[in-house]
């Protein structure tokens, strides 16, 4: 079941302060973050976020084809290893 339009998408706060933060440094640095249900909004395309999955942050670069999705489905926490 997706969330209602009415509430919007999900954002930690923490999250839109980093990525204000590193957009008035003008700096192209990773932004580490824990939060793997946030929402890419439009706003972070172009940034590298480091999504944390468990053991490391794994960089992920957002693209315009990821905006509206979560940020955990592009760091795994399994190792697929074969059968």
């Known amino acids: ?7 919007g998408p999900f954002i930690d706060g923490y999250l839109l302060k980093k990525v204000d933060k590193v957009r008035e440094g003008g700096r192209n640095e990773v932004i580490k973050m824990w939060s793997r249900r946030s929402t890419i909004l439009p706003q972070f395309v ?17 693209n315009e084809d990821m905006v509206g999705h979560k ?4 760091a795994p926490t399994r190792t697929y290893y074969g059968h």
């Not at 079941?1 to 509430?7: N, P, V």
């Not at 480091?50 to 794994?58: D, E, L, M, S």
């Not at 940020?71 to 592009?74: A, I, L, M, Q, V």
């Open 71 to 74: 940020f955990g489905e592009f």
């Open 46 to 62: 172009g940034f590298t976020f480091g999504v944390y999955n468990g053991q490391k942050h794994v960089p992920v670069s957002v």
């Open 1 to 7: 079941m997706t969330r209602s339009i009415w509430k």
